[in-house]
């Protein structure tokens, strides 16, 4: 006899995705949440700890207002295990998942980040989508979901290698530890570190990112795990290892680097060692649903923190605090690692609206706002829903923008904002031009997006998420990374 088979509707498929990326962007997982609670206990620089204070504080707005713990809200990529008894009905699968991944976005008010083509035409798709998709056949009657939303600068420092089997495990972990060395503070740490070996190239970056949805085990729970399990002896020999790096919370030093080691492993041939390494930053957001042809996509998303912290708990008592424009008085007074709190008038652009500023310097052309002793803050935030005067707004990579920045300190720019490293030439250019640049916390993009009491669009509006806004903000912390004696920070602190 033929057993029946079940049908589920394509567009039950749009629905879960939808949720699930409005659930992913906006709710920590509870083990990743505690896992970071975890090393902030762990941790003994204060630096280090009132970052990670910072991020669980964040997390917390953001599981309260519903808003993306970080103005990242990523390349949507999506695993998705159909069984093999069940029949889809409907369009194909690949477009109900991109409609599902378009609606959340649009609908939500979330940051949309993808281009046409990586190459051929980077103009926005406008839609967040297409999604990245790994389908599997698995038996069963059901279909499970995983949406993992996947922030650029934390992806960006990821890496792939093909070892010969002599390098063995010494190999990998020297791999591994190359990897977050290399990465620094760019990939906002700590970090969840997933870890594919075995198959082939590109099957070891899908068990990488695989890897990052396994349960985070918090360090004494991993210990005793070790005792009985090879391969947790082995996430806690390179966890280790990663915390000896000293690189810290956001980078600038501690014990804490990494939150949680993470390997999903396979065969391989004979000759092969393929080992990938995929860096996710605290936010290593996902969420799943498993559904079949009665499922109901709930309409509220809840979330179940078991702990959390008060905003009232971030310190800001030995902040200096300045006005903006920044003066030559103050610039002076400066040193790196000084933590600040800035009042006053700031303008945001990244990669596409600094190409834009600088073609226009060299044209001799006017710019569209007055860049003498100004600041730039490297951001592109989520839109404004509700109320809200900006949405959630943490810095991104300056380091991308270091080409474009030491042509803009010329002609009278002051100040930048953003997260990581900036390049020799870069912090050669802030000292001759008696200039600062501040860090602020890597993806506390809510927590952030507080202090910014006002916000227009001023400038190049087609660019969408890259528009230059004007911003008034009022006490936004940051701290000094590169001074205008030309000191880093990140230099100072060890790494
Ligand atoms: S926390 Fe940092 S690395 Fe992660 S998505 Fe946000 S900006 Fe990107």
């Known amino acids: ?110 940051r949309k980040s993808m281009v046409n083509d990586a190459v051929f035409d980077r103009t926005n798709t406008g839609t967040n989508t297409p999604a990245v998709i790994h389908t599997k056949i698995v038996p069963g009657e059901t279909i499970k979901l995983t949406v993992v939303p996947k922030g650029s600068g934390s992806e960006n420092m990821s890496a792939v290698k093909m070892l010969s089997p002599s390098e063995g495990v010494d190999g990998i972990i020297n791999f591994v530890l190359e990897t977050v060395k290399k990465a620094g503070p760019n990939s906002c740490p700590p970090l969840y570190i997933g870890i594919g070996i075995g198959g082939t190239m590109e099957y070891a970056c899908m068990l990488a990112k695989k890897a990052l949805l396994n349960e985070v085990i918090p360090v004494s729970k991993l210990e005793k795990l070790a005792k009985i399990d090879k391969k947790r002896a082995f996430e806690l020999k390179i966890l280790n290892e990663i915390q000896k790096t000293g690189i810290g919370a956001e980078g600038f030093g501690g014990k804490c680097t990494a939150f949680g080691v993470s390997i999903e492993s396979y ?167 008696h200039a600062v640049y501040f860090v602020a916390t890597g993806g506390a993009a809510c927590l952030i997006a507080k202090k910014i009491i006002s916000a227009e669009v001023v400038a190049y509006p087609e660019l969408g998420p890259e528009a230059v806004y004007r911003l008034e903000v009022k006490d936004f912390p940051v701290i000094v990374a590169v001074d205008s004696n030309g000191n880093d920070f990140y230099d100072q602190t060890g790494q």
């Open 267 to 433: 065969s391989s041939h004979i000759a092969s060692l393929p080992v990938a390494v995929n860096l996710s930053c605290h936010a290593t957001r996902h969420a799943e649903i498993v559904i079949d042809e009665n499922t109901i996509i709930p309409e509220h998303i809840e979330s179940k923190y078991k702990v959390s912290l008060q905003e009232s708990i971030i310190d800001y008592s030995s902040y200096k605090k300045i006005s903006l424009p920044l003066r030559n008085e103050d610039i002076k007074d400066l040193k790196a690692g000084d933590r600040v709190l800035l009042s006053g008038e700031i303008h945001t652009a990244r990669d596409a609206a600094h190409k834009k500023l600088v073609d226009a310097v060299k044209k001799g052309e006017s710019l569209p706002f007055e860049l003498k002793d100004g600041t730039i803050y490297h951001v592109g935030p989520c839109p404004a829903v509700r109320d809200e005067v900006i949405g959630p707004a943490g810095p991104t990579t300056s380091a991308r923008m270091d080409s474009y920045t030491r042509q803009l300190l010329g002609p009278g720019l002051k100040g930048t904002i953003g997260k990581g490293r900036r390049s020799p030439e870069m912090i050669e250019s802030i000292r001759k031009n």
């Open 1 to 110: 006899m033929i057993k029946s088979r079940l049908e589920i509707k394509t567009s039950l498929i749009t629905e879960a995705v939808s949720y699930l990326c409005k659930k992913a962007v906006c709710i920590l997982p509870e083990d990743v949440y505690e896992g970071i609670n975890d090393i902030y206990h762990r941790e003994t620089s204060e630096t280090a700890r009132n970052f990670l204070k910072e991020i669980l504080v964040n997390a917390d707005i953001a599981s309260k207002t519903l808003r993306p713990m970080c103005q990242d809200t990523g390349i949507v990529v999506v695993f998705v295990e159909v069984g093999q008894d069940v029949v889809l009905r409907g369009e194909d699968i690949e477009s109900a998942i991109n409609k599902g991944v378009e609606r959340a976005y649009q609908e939500f008010g979330l």
